[in-house]
């Protein structure tokens, strides 16, 4: 394991990749020690993800933002896991900070803790507004569950509104807030459900004269949606403020701040799903503050811990005491090992500054990005904000048909390169580490353009 021998502004010179020697693929990747451990993995482990499944590649290990197979082939990681390794894999000071809570003491319920003690304290102090209220979990989805059941406890109302192409997690309530059908098959909508659409600046349902998207038109829509579809018992609006499965969807930049005075103005609350947003995936703690909003409810998790399991519900501080009426401990949350993970983690991006080379990143990939569109016809559409970032491929410009043969295609040649990334049928969707160097970013989207390059000519769109 390695050894906390980082110091303090030191993890953007060990982010960095040496890119004489990586990517380096000797082996034609899946290679056949890939194939053999996948095969006798795969015959008990089941339900594998389409990434998975798409390039059934066995990793052994990772360092920064370089992963390594098993048959000695070294990506580049456009990934970060599932969008989890903010920081890079096994950073020194987080690993250091796991295992010395590992040998001291690994759960205590929910009984006070000096770590968990320190966590507290440092989230009061760099989340926005007065989220002033915390609760700890182990996942994503639990975290989502806990924050409905506060948005009822805080109002005494039951109904949600969420988004469409939305994805909060697999558990029933999660689920509800969900696009389902392409996600869970099997589930189903909990009772007081809603879904509105969601102003999407590529693919606008309502526009201006200028052709431009008009989002007091949808936030007319939900005023009527409101009157007209739910009982009158809206506890919560359940956004992510960026969507990532659906894409890497930026909304409007007056969207947010138009909602949050639409839910003022009618007592509902505000639920800022930042799963996958938060923790310097955007260039900020969470990507709300982008637009200068703060939410009633926010969910954090992922690059939380780095890699570690833990996930947070904060609350404002009107909302605070509902944490009390939701039974809210669980067996693992803030767990010892689940803290020092969480408070490493942002301790290494407060004490290194890395919230603004995480924008840096996200303006070096959009300018590249756009370069890359000029080039190829089959892109529709390129964003970033931070390190979260994609590219649309459609087949036609004008009618933005989706382009999923084109997506999965670029996917599978992209990653034989070796770049480790996420694919999303017609949209790729890029995560890399935000301790990643700009050299490193710019080799691994002209690997992209490259496999881009190579489908749309195998496909007859060059
Ligand atoms: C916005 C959002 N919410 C919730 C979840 C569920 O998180 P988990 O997979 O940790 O349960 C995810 C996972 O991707 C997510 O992106």
Redesign the pocket.
Known sequence: MSTNTLKVGSTLEWGKVDLKRVPHMPVAAPGPKSKALHARCTKHFKGLSGQVKLFPVAFESGQGCVLKDVDGNEYIDFSSG??VTTLGHCHPKISEAIAREASKLMNAHDFTTEIKTRLMEKLATVLPGDLKGYQLYD??????EAGIRVLRAATGKHETVSCFY?????TYG?VSLGHIRSQVYGAVRGPGSHMVPRPDVYRPMWTKPDGTIDTDQYLKFYDQYLDKATVGSVAGFVL?PI???GGSVMPPDDFFPKLRKFCDDRKILLMA?????SWGRTGKWLAMEHWGVVPDVV?I??GFGNGF?V?CVAVREPYMESFESISASSSYGGNPMACAAALASTEVIEEEGLLPHAVKLGEIAMKRMLKMKENHKIIGDVRAKGCLMGIELVKDRTTKEPFDKAGTLVYQKAFRKGLAWIPAGHILRMSPPIVMDEATLLKGLDMIEDAIAETSKELGYA
């Open positions: 599932i969008y996942s994503g989805t639990t975290a989502v939305d994805y909060h997690g697999k999660a992510e969507q990532g499965w799903d930042e799963v996958l947003t969910t998790g992922k399991p996930t």
